[in-house]
């Protein structure tokens, strides 16, 4: 579930940093401006610097809204070893970072594992949250995904090492998942039930995306409970999604939900 985007120029200025409660620091941008706000999530494995964070961040800043970007634990410039990660500790750092860092309603937009860590901040603050924009979103793709893809090898090494590295298509280094990712996820699976979010919600996806299938969005749009759920389809999209034209799409995504 890699957000694969390309990252951005080394010269970007070093980050700021919070800690949260439980003594992790969490590298993050914010840009101040007018409310909603937007917050990026980022992917699985992924960080704040790739192409859709940074080119979203140039055009919410030109549209004199705040934007946040940041790492969750384990990834890019925050503390901890990303093996140490599960779905609940990254949710946390979410919700650490849009409690501390931002004010008032927020624009959520999660890309890959970030769409399922948005879906998550939305059920746990929804008073704070005026809508949310999922890129290939992926919600329980460690159970739906991963588990049930693995083989039996896979699954006995898993439970015998508690870890499992796999070649990437996105890095040279390779995949990482721990039995406590897995585990963990089971404590946060959304589609097995209504999903109590009732703001509006755009679902952008690719049809050609090797990791996330694209019915997926279309299960997630009938899992939610609220009824302004819609969903566009990229016939040639990958999971990268970032293209000019899907950069567009998402820009476009976003103006709607700051108008709204």
Not at 146 to 160: G, H, I, T, Y
Not at 183 to 201: K, M, S, T, W, Y
Not at 233 to 240: Q, V
Request: net charge negative; aromatic share 6%.
């Amino acid at each position: 579930m890699t957000d694969a985007s390309q990252p951005a120029s080394p010269e970007a200025p070093a980050p700021d940093q919070l800690t949260t409660a439980d003594g992790q620091v969490l590298a993050y941008h914010r840009s101040p401006g007018r409310s909603p706000g937007v917050v990026f999530l980022g992917g699985y494995a992924s960080d704040m610097t790739g192409t859709k964070a940074t080119a979203l961040e140039a055009h919410v800043r030109a549209r004199g809204h705040a934007f946040l970007r940041f790492d969750y634990r384990g990834h890019g410039q925050s503390s901890s070893r990303f093996e140490d990660g599960t779905i609940g500790r990254w949710r946390d750092d979410a919700l650490a970072a849009i409690d501390a860092l931002t004010e008032g309603p927020q624009v959520l937009v999660g890309s890959s594992m970030g769409g399922w860590i948005a879906l998550l901040v939305a059920v746990a603050r929804p008073d704070r949250v005026a809508g949310l924009v999922g890129i290939a979103a992926a919600p329980d793709f460690t159970e739906d995904l991963m588990w049930a893809e693995f083989d039996e090898a896979q699954r006995a090494a898993l439970a015998a090492d508690r870890i499992l590295r796999l070649p990437s298509e996105y890095s040279d280094e390779p995949s990482i998942v721990t039995m406590d990712l897995i585990e963990d996820g089971r404590n946060h699976l959304l589609l097995r039930a209504p999903v109590p979010i009732r703001v509006p919600v755009r679902l952008l996806q690719g049809m050609r995306d090797p990791d996330v299938p694209y019915r997926l969005a279309l299960t997630l749009a009938d899992r939610i409970e609220g009824d302004d759920v819609q969903v566009t389809l990229i016939k040639d999209g990958d999971h990268r999604l970032s293209t000019d034209r899907d950069l567009a799409i998402l820009a476009a995504a976003v103006d709607g939900l700051l108008k709204g």
